[in-house]
């Protein structure tokens, strides 16, 4: 299995970058694509992921991680934003999710955060991401949901994301996006 990591990013059009970034890839291709401003904190994430996708690819075609700050509370670790800065205690929570969940992903009834998204090829043909809008994630997961597909969050797999750090009002703050 081939899991290929992706950060694209084309101004004003990060749906068409991931697009222009996928149809690269050889058909038999597993795609994770990554914010720029997230960090695996275990020496064996592409290990962990190998394993979450043998165990979860008939079940899910669309799989997130869990997070230290992003707007749903459902890929939140705690169900709130972290304003703690230590990697080192996030490693620790890494580590610790790993151990507790391993490679159990549950359904979630709305969208994944664009922060990370693990999907086979296949999935993209089907259902490619909107260009030109700020909301690729939210209008690939509802279209992959639309098709008859599960999206699901891996509870094992814990990534630190900067997620607009600093700002007042993060969840809101989307000018970079536009």
């Given at each position: 299995?081939?899991?290929?990591?992706?950060?694209?990013?084309?101004?004003g059009?990060?749906?068409?970058?991931?697009?222009?970034?996928?149809?690269?890839?050889?058909?038999?291709?597993?795609?994770?694509?990554?914010?720029?401003?997230?960090?695996?904190?275990?020496?064996?994430?592409?290990?962990?992921?190998?394993?979450?996708?043998?165990?979860?690819?008939?079940r899910?075609?669309?799989?997130?991680?869990?997070?230290?700050?992003?707007?749903?509370?459902l890929?939140?670790?705690?169900?709130?934003?972290?304003?703690?800065?230590?990697?080192g205690?996030?490693?620790?929570?890494?580590?610790?999710?790993?151990?507790?969940?391993?490679?159990?992903?549950?359904?979630?009834p709305?969208?994944?955060?664009?922060?990370?998204l693990?999907?086979?090829?296949?999935?993209?043909?089907?259902?490619p991401?909107?260009?030109?809008?700020?909301?690729?994630?939210?209008?690939?997961c509802?279209?992959?949901?639309?098709?008859?597909?599960?999206?699901g969050?891996?509870?094992?797999?814990?990534?630190?994301?900067?997620?607009?750090?600093?700002?007042?009002?993060?969840?809101?703050?989307?000018?970079?996006?536009?």
């Amino acid at each position: 299995m081939s899991v290929f990591y992706l950060t694209p990013w084309k101004t004003g059009d990060i749906g068409g970058g991931i697009n222009e970034s996928v149809a690269l890839l050889p058909a038999d291709a597993w795609v994770c694509v990554r914010d720029g401003d997230t960090l695996f904190l275990t020496p064996d994430w592409g290990a962990q992921i190998g394993q979450i996708i043998a165990c979860n690819a008939g079940r899910f075609d669309v799989i997130g991680a869990m997070t230290n700050r992003i707007r749903s509370p459902l890929q939140l670790h705690g169900g709130e934003l972290s304003e703690n800065g230590d990697i080192g205690y996030h490693r620790e929570i890494a580590r610790q999710r790993w151990r507790d969940h391993g490679t159990s992903v549950a359904e979630v009834p709305g969208p994944l955060a664009g922060m990370c998204l693990i999907f086979h090829r296949t999935v993209w043909e089907r259902v490619p991401f909107e260009p030109y809008t700020i909301y690729f994630d939210k209008r690939f997961c509802a279209r992959v949901r639309e098709s008859g597909g599960r999206l699901g969050v891996a509870h094992g797999l814990y990534l630190f994301h900067l997620y607009r750090w600093g700002e007042i009002d993060p969840v809101n703050s989307i000018d970079h996006l536009r």
